[in-house]
Each structure stands twice: as structure tokens, then as C-alpha cells.
């Protein structure tokens, strides 16, 4: 399973945009990235998901460079809900027997 | 979208006694299911894994007599801690893979709070 290497957490502002990057050395060719967002007392909630280069969905988005040894999640214009852990997963999305290994995760606080 | 719910939600018991919680995937049939345990300021520790009609695989350090998981339809598995501990006290959350997708992917559930007097 690939190791997963992120901050342990990052301050910012409301408004402002984030980036997140997630470092996956010994990514394997079928695996794919995945990001989770975790609020207090919650489960892990699925953000976004890709293989390479870009990707966006109405929540954030997701660049993967061509060796795909890290990856970076962006949140545009973050706000103060927006305080949680974040989490990068890589696993071979099209294994049935494949497990999520979580890392340490990066904790994300907004301020006013 | 896929949902998958806990029950309970939360729970407090005294030592000894056995607790159940109960995970459903509420609109799609789950093969697999997973368990994790979260423990305060730290990340999900995977458990066990559960296929559908056969016995767990248990994570190294879990002791399957203690964390009992019974997954006997499509969309229900139980996980039992049986003589509870206050070291128990955790936050148990599970996940779901869709059978009818060929992607690999988890929907989680919103967690059980256990805590053991």
C-alpha cells in the first residue's frame, strides 16, 4: 500500500483559497487518489477522487502531476465550515480486496 | 448517493457487559464492509474487513474473540464488543463498497461514540 505523507495541519482565512499536498512516492500504477474530509465526532466524507492531472467537482479541486508521486487538493475561497481534517488516500480503485490506509491526515483551520 | 448508517449513534456501558452496532447500507447491496476505530486526536485505524456470508479478516492487534463482526446479508454488519472496557472507549466507524461497482470505493458511516464506564 502506498504511504501517504501530508502536513500535520495549515491555518488560513476566510475567502482565502488552500492547498493541501499530499506526497505518495511509491504510488502504484493502478492506484488511484482519493481526498476525505473529517468533521469532529463524524465520518469520513468523500471530496474528490483522480488518476491524473486535474480534476474538479463543485467543491474543490485536484491536480496530480504526471509522475503522480504527490497530489494537491485546492479549496477555492474557504470558509469558516470549512475547518476539519483532510485525508489523501491512494488505492487500486479497481481491486475488490483492496483496504484504505489512512495517514495522519492534515488539520485545516479557518479563522475569521 | 450511497448511504450507510450507524446504529446507535452513541453509547455509554459499564465494564464487562457486550455492546452491538450495527452498520446498514441503506441503498445499495454491500459485499465487503469495513471497520475502523478512531481514538481521539488520531486518524482510522482499519479493523477488520467483512465479506458478505464469510468470516472477517481481522487487521494484526485485533482480537477477533473481543470484536465480534457478523455481516449475514447485503446490507447489514454487526460489529459486537464483547466484555467491554473502558479502553475500548472509542469512536467505531464503518464503511461500505458498493457489490455492483467495479470501483473500489468506501462510503462511510457517521460513527457510534462508544464509552465505557
Known amino acids: 500500500l502506498a504511504k501517504t505523507t501530508q502536513p500535520i495541519s495549515m491555518d488560513s482565512y476566510e475567502g482565502q483559497e488552500v492547498n493541501i499536498t499530499c506526497s505518495h512516492n511509491n504510488i502504484a500504477t493502478n492506484d488511484y487518489i482519493t481526498w476525505y474530509q473529517q468533521f469532529p465526532s463524524q465520518g469520513p466524507r468523500f471530496i474528490i477522487q483522480?488518476?491524473?492531472t486535474k480534476v474538479t467537482n463543485e467543491v474543490a479541486s485536484l491536480f496530480i502531476p504526471a509522475d503522480r508521486k504527490s497530489s494537491t487538493l485546492s479549496l477555492p475561497r474557504v470558509s469558516l465550515s470549512d475547518t476539519a481534517v483532510y485525508y489523501c488516500?491512494?488505492?487500486?480503485?479497481?481491486?475488490?480486496?483492496?483496504?484504505?490506509?489512512f495517514g495522519k491526515g492534515t488539520m485545516l483551520l479557518v479563522s475569521p | 448517493g450511497a448511504v450507510v448508517s450507524q446504529h446507535p449513534s452513541w453509547v455509554i456501558c459499564k465494564s464487562g457487559t457486550s455492546v452491538k452496532i450495527e452498520c446498514r447500507s441503506l441503498d445499495f447491496q454491500a459485499t465487503t464492509m469495513f471497520w475502523y476505530r478512531q481514538f481521539p486526536k488520531q486518524s482510522l485505524m482499519l479493523m477488520a474487513t467483512s465479506n458478505e456470508g464469510s468470516k472477517a479478516t481481522y487487521e494484526q492487534g485485533v482480537e477477533k474473540d473481543k470484536f465480534l463482526i457478523n455481516h449475514a446479508s447485503l446490507t447489514l454488519s454487526t460489529l459486537t464488543v464483547t466484555s467491554a472496557h473502558p479502553e475500548d472507549s472509542s469512536f467505531y466507524i464503518c464503511s461500505a463498497r458498493d457489490g455492483t461497482s467495479s470501483y473500489n470505493e468506501q462510503f462511510f458511516g457517521p460513527g457510534t461514540r462508544l464509552t465505557v464506564l
Open positions: 483522480g488518476y491524473k
Open positions: 488516500l491512494v488505492g487500486d480503485m479497481n481491486s475488490g480486496y483492496s483496504t484504505l490506509t
